[in-house]
Nanobody, 123 residues
Framework: VQLQAFGGGLVQAGGSLRLSCAAS????????MGWFRQGSGKEREFVAG????????NYADSVKGRFTISRDNAKNTVYLQMTSLKPEDTAVYYC?????????????????WGQGTKVTVSS
């Protein structure tokens, strides 16, 4: 199983980016998916999660109303649309495949991790 995240980059505060995570292998359509991030000198934190069929989503309070997670099971891809970006959103963003059909908020609930894509928001 491999997860490949891409779409990161440098953006000004208030701008938008869309991250994508492509999954290969046997796991995807039956598993919850999530996005986490880790800023410099900070612990990895949950950002957003989506259940196996997209029917349920959850978000960290810090991104609620600004970020939207979605998935396309036909393409084995999960997305994170980020709007109204703030400098504090600067981090390496990781996608992850959950152990179960739903997406929890804790890293240990996830089995597979992508390599991360860096997002830098300038003020």
């Amino acid at each position: 199983v491999q997860l490949q995240a891409f779409g990161g980059g440098l953006v000004q505060a208030g701008g938008s980016l869309r991250l994508s995570c492509a999954a290969s292998g046997r796991i995807f359509s039956n598993n919850g998916m999530g996005w986490f991030r880790q800023g410099s000198g900070k612990e990895r934190e949950f950002v957003a999660g989506i259940s196996w069929n997209g029917g349920n989503t959850n978000y960290a309070d810090s991104v609620k109303g600004r970020f939207t997670i979605s998935r396309d099971n036909a393409k084995n891809t999960v997305y994170l649309q980020m709007t109204s970006l703030k400098p504090e959103d600067t981090a390496v963003y990781y996608c992850a495949a959950a152990r179960r059909a739903w997406a929890g908020t804790v890293a240990r609930e996830y089995q597979y991790w992508g390599q991360g894509t860096k997002v830098t928001v300038s003020s």
